[in-house]
């Protein structure tokens, strides 16, 4: 088997190359990427890295040959942003992939999407697949990253679509670096009351759910699963546990949900009439922060065998672990 692992030099990727080089029915791996961080490289005799840009259709064109299976991980992942950056990271390079899949006769697609895709500004509960999608998306990334699960969806290649909520591990570089460095700065508060209950996932799992996919069976193709470590915890009290590893005791002080949301509507506002900066807070990452949302993996379970093997205690020790190690990487 010939994989093409996209995204291969960020945190999921390289998680997911760790594993992909050990198993032996996988031949070779093209890893692309834009910058490789030394300490994630993987020393292999199956992986040949290229490294450079998925929007440029001659460059993509150049890595799917001969290629089986595509893993696409890539993407801008940001809540703010211009609309143009997040059409050319997540609709162009999907385009392209898709393209060069029909010439070269790819086989399969499996495609890293977004839980974001299911956020309006509520609590969320055990959300399944099927329940309907908000008619206005609460920022361009979620935008983009249903048009590009749509364009996979009408393309006639056997595909596999995960949306994996909120991953955390060794080698994060999003969510709890963010998190830490917004409590270095004093400015992380409790939002909402303290009691919102979220699903957050172990890296690891994620990879099992990829590797899964690899080898579904026809019925569990041309499908979208949500992907958790299907143990909903306290957001907060989770927050806290990484703090308080760090030595860092996490505030008690609280703002209301709704007084943070309309000030980061207003926070939008202001910066799109000025220079389209990101601003402090934006409503999704006031929503992140203050709102419960769960998601129902038993759809994954059923078609695609999954079964979390990492818990999410085990994560945050790994990342602290790691944290501690790397916090000047």
Not at 323 to 329: F, L, Q, R
Request: aromatic share 8%; proline share 3%.
């Amino acid at each position: 088997m010939r994989i093409l692992l996209t995204g291969a030099t960020g945190f999921l990727g390289y998680r997911t190359l760790e594993k992909l080089v050990t198993l032996d029915y996988i031949t070779s791996i093209v890893a692309t990427g834009r910058n490789l961080l030394q300490y994630r490289k993987i020393e292999s005799s199956k992986v040949n890295y290229k490294l450079g840009n998925l929007e440029d259709e001659h460059f993509v064109n150049s890595l799917v040959e001969g290629i089986d299976i595509i893993i696409n991980t890539v993407s801008l992942s940001s809540p703010w942003g211009k609309a143009s950056d997040f059409f050319l990271a997540n609709i162009q390079t999907q385009s392209n992939l898709i393209r060069a899949s029909k010439i070269n006769g790819v086989k399969k697609i499996i495609y890293i999407s977004s839980p974001s895709v299911y956020f309006d500004g509520t609590n969320k509960i055990l959300l399944k697949e099927s329940d309907a999608l908000p008619t206005k998306f609460i920022n361009e990334y979620a935008k983009t990253k249903r048009e590009a699960e749509i364009m996979l969806e009408q393309a006639s290649i056997p595909f596999v679509i995960l949306r994996p909520r909120a991953l955390i591990g060794r080698g994060d570089s999003i969510i709890m670096p963010r998190l830490i460095k917004a409590y270095d700065e004093g400015k992380l508060k409790i939002i909402g009351n303290g009691d919102n209950v979220v699903d957050l996932t172990s890296v690891e799992n994620v990879v099992e759910a990829i590797i899964l996919s690899l080898n579904a069976k026809e019925v569990a193709l041309n499908q979208i699963y949500n992907i958790t470590n299907d143990e909903p915890v306290s957001l907060w009290k989770s927050i806290e546990s990484v703090l308080n590893a760090l030595e860092k005791p996490l505030s008690k002080s609280k703002i209301p949900y709704k007084i943070a949301y309309y000030f980061a509507r207003f926070l939008e506002i202001k910066a799109k009439l000025n220079n389209n900066k990101e601003p402090t807070l934006t409503a999704y990452s006031v929503g992140t922060l203050g709102l419960s949302f769960t998601l129902d993996i038993t759809k994954a379970k059923e078609l695609l065998g999954y079964r979390p093997i990492t818990t999410t205690q085990q994560s945050i020790d790994e990342f602290v672990k790691w944290y501690i190690s790397n916090e000047k990487v």
